[in-house]
């Protein structure tokens, strides 16, 4: 047994590990060492540990996915092999968990050796069912030093502590004592036949040398085995070597049509006097039939107008950076980012040179940028920016853009746009005038988010006459769905619709399926605000499809959200749950930190619909805390909003509306001028919730204002709704049904079904109130046939149970009872609990009138049992307040009175205006009626000024001269005065 390194004995990593007696893993002249064993521990040769990094800011162990084999026993130190690493794992320090027998399965499935070889078909392993291990499992068969792959196995057969395994290719001699080691699953599904051929030639010398064209001969073959092996069996990849000589360009096309393949590989192995030996040029052969094929489900793409790259800088004996650039951009192209970043990353250092180089960083950045791991692009752009300095300026502005790109992302939008003014006088100087335009549409898509779309159209369209005079289609018609995007916003629907199909038909032509299907979501978006959502569904649903042939997880993950997002709007909310989660999932296994939280997001918000705004709540701070991680300013201050708005419902009315001035300072910063003005919509909800009408009123107006600047029609027309409610709640009619009719006039403009429906609904209750029965049942009527033709099973459910309520007031109970009845079944099957009992409220008032009071009192029973479990406060006073009533009319004072004070004491912590002065006025009343003044006239006083402040002087003036009148109990008739 070989003692550990001294090292340890001083090291202060080790020192605080045995300490604490807390295995801790690290790093000595390379290599791993588990340090802190505690003494006599045993651990032995191919025992599991499981590492962990603890991360002190989230206070939570977060797995790295990680399983070490401890090589030997040991007392203090043992040294660990990895056997799977996740991407960007970091072992130093990293804390080591000896795994117990029963949690394998959850970590891996098994790893042990050779112990006896059957015939050269057959192997037996040493580990069996109580491993973990499956039949079916595919195991790799290592040499003895765990480094070189002998060959392949599937398991067979299986018993408790050992396997048979069937041999699936061999590249060595299997023997006793070799390792095994377990392969992912996804490895063997990759390992049936290609679609995709790459056939690697001989190299041809420049000069008649026997030796020269030997090496030529061998290095060919030594590439064509490291990209078998590089591949892994990869499903839809083949590679071959071919003993041929290919001269140039057009040979190699020849050499590739007649063998079928889709990539040719050759070159010289003549070296040159400081470029290096190895010079192979990879060849696409046929670039239509590349389009077509397919490697594991994804589309393979390369750029057909530059089908020959080259390599200017390898050597003959070490072609594994030749293996890996070449799977880097197939899998790039192919959109297969995770591979690519594995790929691009190993490439070794000085294998590439010049624009190759700089290409493999570019792609490298793009992949990592995609997958979500910002501060990998970062690096990945640093790299190039600061390879590239002094040589090449494009490429150099490459990295700053990228950069830029990143810093937008994370709510850096100034310094972004600092870059990207940097790199446009770049390529100004430099003439380059597609690289000119690329950078106008990205300043323009920064000034989008600022708000000032105006200036952000004037870049756009100038980028787009760029792209049009060189003839570039694709960027064209990118741009042109950019600009569909801001007009749809400003309400110009059709406008942005001409647009998006313009766009289509280019992607279309060009045989872009990415980007057609990007278009399609666009055309999706306008059609539901038009509320023509079963057409919309349908281009999802065929985007999604392009997306899973492509195999880009990443959109297609988003598309399930926007599908979710329907579903939910038509009731089937089980089903758009089911979505979110689905889209969480992929997230998860893309290592999409950023779009897993925002899936949370998804997630949190149906939990809060079904009541669970607990679970919710808890979702949100997750995603709030994946956002501080990335320094990702807009959507931290959006997940603010989020945890606000539930905050403000469960009656913690001034932490939400600090979380909301918090979030507000963040949309300043950051200039956007379009969420500012959405947040101070918040606040103001919160103000007018505490009485503060004529503050909010100012808020209204002033986001009003900025709609107005931003030409966003529709976003304009919500907030003269708020403003509308407000005057209508401040008794100005009039004023408010002339603003809900310039709001009908913006939806009809707008196409927009959906919000012209709720805005009749709007009108109706206004029309109600005024005395107007019979054409507020008429709006109602109207309304509840949209969104039956829409399918929304929610908002047809609350039109019913506004059609319940005027036929109520019309003395037709027995009816509106039949319709809230069907209300609240809507509710239940879509898990609404706060909406449920809202209308169970709305049941026990009518039976309240028909006499049937216990059965009324029960019903508000049960809503109060459901609004102390969401913790919704304002809720639970409003049912303390119906219950008390029905106890005053029943002259059971000494019951109505704790409720009332209960419910007012509620209101007045809440800061809820309309309870205080509502509730407020109740209580006082009961109170002077039962002769207790003294704590009658606080109430007065508070709920008087309320009345005032909200637009019901009368009542109070009511209120206050009952109070001065009174020294004895009032009369029955005073009690129950308005």
Known sequence: ????????????????????????????????????????????????????????????????????????????????????????????????????????????????????????????????????????????????????????????????????????????????????????????????????????????????????????????????????????????????????????????????????????????????????????????????????????????????????????????????????????????????????????????????????????????????????????????????????????????????????????????????????????????????????????????????????????????????????????????????????????DKGQIDEALKLHKESLTVFEAMGNRHLRAVSLGGIAKILTSKGQVDEALKLLKEALTVFEALGNRRFQAMTLGYIAQILKDKGQVDEALKLHKEALAVFEALGDRRSRAVALGDVAGILTNKGQVDEALKLHKEALMVYEALGDRRLLAMALGSIARILKDKGQVDEALKLHKERLAVYEALGDRRWRAITLGDIALILTHKGQVDEALKLHKERLAVYEALGDRRSHAVTLGYIAQMLNDKGQVDEALKLHNEQLAVYEALGDRRERAITLGAVARILKDKGQVDEALELHKKRLAVFEALEDRRLRAVTLGDIAIILKNKGQVDEALKLHKEELAVYEVLGHRGSRAITLGNIARILNDKGQVDEALKLHKERLAVFEALGDRLSRSVTLYDIARIHLSRKEITKAVPMLRESYAIAVALGHAFQIAFVGETLARTLLQTGANQEAEPVVTRASETLTQIGKPDRAKALRDLLRSTTTPLTPKQQTAP
């Not at 590989?265 to 389009?291: I, N, S």
Request: overall charge positive.
């Open 1 to 488: 047994m070989t003692a550990p390194p001294k090292v340890w004995r001083d090291a202060p990593a080790a020192v605080a590990a045995v300490a604490a007696k807390r295995p801790t893993l690290v790093r000595v002249d390379g290599k791993l060492w588990v340090v802190g064993l505690p003494g006599g521990h045993g651990w032995a040769r191919h025992r599991r540990v499981l590492l962990s990094r603890h991360d002190a800011k989230l206070d939570i162990d977060v797995k790295i996915g990680v399983v070490a084999v401890l090589d030997d026993s040991y007392r203090t130190a043992a040294p660990v092999g990895i056997l799977f690493e996740e991407e960007g794992a970091s072992f130093d320090g990293a804390q080591a968990t000896l795994v117990p027998s029963d949690q394998r399965l959850r970590i891996g499935r098994g790893f042990g050796s050779v112990s006896k070889v059957v015939t050269t078909k057959m192997l037996e392993l040493d580990l069996g069912r109580q491993d973990g291990v499956g039949i079916g499992d595919v195991y790799e068969i290592r040499d003895r030093n765990g480094v070189s792959t002998i060959g392949r196995v599937r398991v067979v057969s299986l018993e408790d502590a050992r396997a048979k395994a069937e041999v699936i290719n061999a590249e060595g001699v299997f023997a006793l004592g070799q390792e095994v080691v377990y392969q992912p699953k996804s490895a063997e599904e990759q390992s049936k036949s290609a679609t995709v051929s790459i056939v690697v030639c001989n190299f041809e010398p420049k000069a008649q040398d026997k030796n020269v064209a030997l090496a030529g001969q061998a290095f060919a073959f030594d590439l064509a085995e490291h990209l078998r092996k590089a591949a892994g069996g990869w499903k839809g990849l083949e590679v071959k070597h071919v003993p041929l000589m290919v001269r140039d360009d057009g040979q190699a096309r020849k050499v590739g049509r007649e063998r079928r393949a889709d990539v040719v590989v050759w070159g010289t192995a003549m070296c040159l006097e400081g470029k290096g030996c190895a010079l192979p040029v990879f060849t696409m052969v046929d670039e239509g039939r590349l389009a077509k094929a397919r490697v594991d489900g994804q589309e393979v793409r390369f750029d057909a107008l530059n089908p020959g790259a080259s390599l200017e800088r390898g050597t003959a004996r070490d072609p594994a950076g030749l293996v890996f650039w070449l799977l880097g951009t197939l899998t790039f192209e192919a959109q297969r980012f995770g591979d690519a970043a594995y790929y691009l990353g190993h490439v070794p250092e000085g294998a590439l040179k010049g624009d190759d180089r700089y290409r493999a960083l570019w792609d490298l950045g793009q992949a990592q940028y995609f997958l979500g791991r910002l501060e990998h692009s970062m690096a990945a752009a640093g790299t190039l920016e600061r390879a590239a300095r002094g040589h090449d300026r494009r490429w150099e502005m490459g990295g700053v853009v990228r950069r830029a790109r990143i810093l937008r992302d994370k709510g850096q939008v100034d310094e972004a746009l600092k870059l990207h003014k940097e790199a446009l006088a770049v390529f100004e100087a430099l003439g380059d005038r597609r690289s000119r335009a690329v950078m106008l549409a990205d300043i323009a898509t920064i000034l989008t988010n600022k708000g000032q779309v105006d200036e952000a159209l004037k870049l756009y369209k100038e980028a787009l006459a760029v792209h049009e005079a060189l003839g570039n289609r694709l960027d064209r018609a990118v741009i042109l769905d950019d600009i569909a995007r801001i007009l749809r």
